[in-house]
Nanobody
Framework: VQLQASGGGLVQAGGSLRLSCAASGRTFSTYAMGWFRQAPGKEREFVSG????????RFTDSVKGRFTISRDNAKNTVYLQMNSLKTEDTAVYYCAASRRGIYSDRAFYDYWGQGTQVTVSS
């Protein structure tokens, strides 16, 4: 599975962005998908995840109520809608695929995209 993340950019605090992650291959619908982020000087952290069917999702506490995750298995794409962005959301965002389910531990993810930069200005 190859993953291509896109949709990052520069936005003012309070604004919105939608990230997309397009996957190659015919097995996308069998993978749980996750979004992680890494700010400068910090560890890569779990942001959100969604199960293969799209019926279950998880979020880290700091983005609950502001971010939503969805997927379109017909298009082999997972989305992260980010609203009410804060300066602390600034990071490189990565999508990842897991055969094992939604986990916050990046060790459970088998494939990673290249990352897309999100910068939130004050």
């Amino acid at each position: 599975v190859q993953l291509q993340a896109s949709g990052g950019g520069l936005v003012q605090a309070g604004g919105s962005l939608r990230l997309s992650c397009a996957a190659s291959g015919r097995t996308f619908s069998t993978y749980a998908m996750g979004w992680f982020r890494q700010a400068p000087g910090k560890e890569r952290e779990f942001v959100s995840g969604i199960n293969p069917s799209g019926s279950v999702s998880r979020f880290t506490d700091s983005v609950k109520g502001r971010f939503t995750i969805s997927r379109d298995n017909a298009k082999n794409t997972v989305y992260l809608q980010m609203n009410s962005l804060k300066t602390e959301d600034t990071a490189v965002y990565y999508c990842a695929a897991s055969r094992r389910g939604i986990y916050s531990d990046r060790a459970f993810y088998d494939y990673w995209g290249q990352g897309t930069q999100v910068t939130v200005s004050s």
